[in-house]
Nanobody
Framework: QVQLLESGGGLVQPGGSLRLSCAAS????????MGWYRQAPGKERELVAY???????NHADSVKGRFTISRDNAKNTVYLQMNSLKPEDTAVYYC?????????WGQGTQVTVSS
């Protein structure tokens, strides 16, 4: 089993920044992918960004140039730095961990971008 603990969500004004963190604990495989999805009200869950244990990253087109995913393998933690936030970024952000056998999900953290 793997547990994911997310933190860093909140309310921010348009143009502001937030940093999300997700720490994985439990049966961690050295080879894995961690990342973030988000789901806005009335919309499907969408992939925001992911990072592999070998160093590859990928970001959705909608967040490229504004969001940056990074990770600390020693801490089994992935981060999502979100800059230049827009109202359309408002959503519940879910961290995930995939060890190529199973995917685990965090409980979600709310990000609200509003003036």
């Amino acid at each position: 089993q793997v547990q994911l603990l997310e933190s860093g969500g909140g309310l921010v004004q348009p143009g502001g920044s937030l940093r999300l963190s997700c720490a994985a604990s439990g049966s961690i495989f050295s080879s894995n992918t961690m990342g973030w999805y988000r789901q806005a009200p009335g919309k499907e869950r969408e992939l925001v960004a992911y990072s592999t244990s070998t160093g590859s990253t990928n970001h959705a087109d909608s967040v490229k140039g504004r969001f940056t995913i990074s990770r600390d393998n020693a801490k089994n933690t992935v981060y999502l730095q979100m800059n230049s936030l827009k109202p359309e970024d408002t959503a519940v952000y879910y961290c995930y961990y995939n060890n190529y056998i199973r995917t685990y999900w965090g409980q979600g953290t709310q990000v609200t971008v509003s003036s």
